[in-house]
Nanobody, 127 residues
Framework: QVQLVESGGGLVQAGGSLRLSCAASGRTFTNYAMGWFRQTPGKERGFVAAISWSGARTNYADSVKGRFTISRDNAKNTVYLQMNSLKPEDTAVYYC????????????????????WGQGTQVTVSS
């Protein structure tokens, strides 16, 4: 089992920044590629960003490219999501997720492909 705990959410004005963190425990962190997803009421969980086990490769949803940056610190078993130029439409609960690299090296953007999930952290962007 892998336990994931997100933090860093909150209320911010449009144009502002937040950095989300996701601390992992329970298994070897480098055995997992990581992703960030977000969800609003009544909608499916949507892809935001993904990062390979080493951090060398990343992938982003078009809606956040150029504004959000995913990174990881394998020494700290933590993945981050730096969010800049935030917009009201970024308001959502943000989840981090882990997928075992034994499933393949591609960066995955479908929620159903991930093995473990955190509890989520609320991000609210006011206009």
């Amino acid at each position: 089992q892998v336990q994931l705990v997100e933090s860093g959410g909150g209320l911010v004005q449009a144009g502002g920044s937040l950095r989300l963190s996701c601390a992992a425990s329970g298994r070897t962190f480098t055995n997992y590629a990581m992703g960030w997803f977000r969800q609003t009421p009544g909608k499916e969980r949507g892809f935001v960003a993904a990062i390979s086990w080493s951090g060398a490769r990343t992938n982003y949803a078009d809606s956040v490219k150029g504004r959000f940056t995913i990174s990881r610190d394998n020494a700290k078993n933590t993945v981050y999501l730096q969010m800049n130029s935030l917009k009201p439409e970024d308001t959502a609960v943000y989840y981090c997720a882990a997928v075992d690299v034994s499933k393949g090296s591609s960066l995955r953007s479908q929620a159903r492909e991930y093995d473990y999930w955190g509890q989520g952290t609320q991000v609210t962007v006011s206009s």
